[in-house]
């Protein structure tokens, strides 16, 4: 995995030109490392045992010269960690092209979950808890990432052999193709481990779609009470059936409140005024 990273790093870097911009602004670990010097916005913090991806995970972190952060909770994990005190702007979300997508119904009543099958996704423990489950499809939409899942996605398949479910993996899905996979959803769980935001999760809420998420202090402070929570596979699972069997009404129009108040473009607005304070 190392290796892959710092190849990906180099291709960057050399086909970069920081000189031709007044400020170089990175999303993530693999380009802050290859522009060096930059605004960095460190959506979550990993944890790496590989020496390599420990060094680039470090330097992508104290390297640039200011920082952003898309929740409170995560610039807290970063000052008590590093000292800095990143300013805090949320993601957007195109709410109305989930709100107004016509639902799939290619799968039955389904449970949907995004972002691959990944460590950090909580992906096994999701499958545990769909295995407690009964009259639901899991269908899992997401591509690959730069590091190497192969051992995890073995023991992901191995543990849906044991429980005795298939679910449905489709890999990756067209952009014009997932806003009606999420609106068919019966419920949309993200039962992550790490999350910065919860940007899919969010989506979801645009379309009026129940979701059930990790009760992660980030989590909380960004999704409050419009979403159900759990910790464990029990819980998970408790929490799913429950948006499945008994849907909110008032916990669907909040959602929705809260997915249109959270707009790309006051987005764009907070990070021009933050790059005025730079130059």
Known sequence: MGPRILRSIAVLRAAFTPGEYDIVHA?????????????????????????????CHEKAIVRPFAHLCVSAAVAR????????????IP??????????????????RYILAVGGIEPRKGSIELLEAYGKLTGLTLVIAGGETLFDYRDYRAEWETKAAELGVKPIVLGPVDHDVLPGLVAGAAVFAFPSTKEGFGLAAMEALAAGVPVVTRDLPVLREVFGDTVLYGTDP??????????VDHPSPSRAAAGRALAAAHTWRAAAERHADFYRTLL
């Open 91 to 108: 993601n957007g979300v195109d709410a109305a092209r989930f709100a107004t997508a016509v639902p799939s119904g290619a799968h039955g």
């Open 77 to 88: 994990e970063v000052h008590e960690g590093w000292g800095l005190s990143p300013t805090v």
């Open 27 to 55: 999303q993530d670990c693999i380009s802050a490392n290859a522009v060096d010097r930059c605004v960095r916005t460190i959506h979550h913090l990993d944890q790496f045992t590989t020496p390599e991806l420990a060094a």
């Open 234 to 243: 029990s819980s998970l699972a408790v929490a799913l059936r429950d948006a």
